[in-house]
């Protein structure tokens, strides 16, 4: 059984006070069967760790060198001491803006992974390239290139997050099938790369301009297993909707 997951990312927004009123207000809500997550901005985390109860925490992006020369950026020793579980890789913006490259992203996904943190990898392709017909080759791509030379020890610990680029905040979501179409393809990836077994397991999120309106859409899916959301999840009435709205999902891993 794949536990259903809500995860906010919350990019660079939110003070240490705003994120402190967001945990009040939303964790003696949450529902126990729905994995609810928030990836805050790396200075508040251990403020959220501190006051997590119910809601899981992430960070957005971490380096993967352990210490160094590496003006203003975040290691894994670091984001260990702060107690936080998951850890984004791979956003679109940082591949965008930041210019990370695959072999970036799984370099930090082998160093998440030795320091005991969750990583939430992000895959999807360009409006262009979906137009091109090349969705399936872009996510092999990605999807390979993240996990070469990767071992699984815990399958469920692993989260891959399906984000056409062209989705994401743009408030153009994806209709569900073509996010079951993508998910269900990255599931085929991780199966030949790992075992079917493991790829069962993996849970395979969708994210791009996901709302409380919409989420049921996409959960329905039999291979989306939730939501990696950015605008809506800023707001605790959105993120308890959208919460609430997986509750009732049931994700079968066999
Ligand atoms: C994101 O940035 O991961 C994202 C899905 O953003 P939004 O929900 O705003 O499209």
Redesign the pocket.
Known sequence: MRKPMLAG?W?MNKTRDEAIQFMLAVQDNLPKTVESVVCAPAIILRDMVKRATTLHIGAQNMHECESGAFTGEISPVMLKDTGVEYVILG???RRALFSETDEKVNAKIKKALEFGLKPML?VGEYLSERDAGKTNEVLERQVSKAFDGVVIEKPSDIVV?Y?PIW????GKSADSYIAEEACAYIRGILAKIFSPRIAEEIRVLY????TAMNIREYVAQPDVDGA??????LKEDAFLDMALALKQVVKRSD
């Open positions: 990312n990019k956003h679109s913006e992000c997050a984000e989705a994401i905040g743009t994210g791009g301009s996901v990696l959301v950015g605008t809506a999840s």
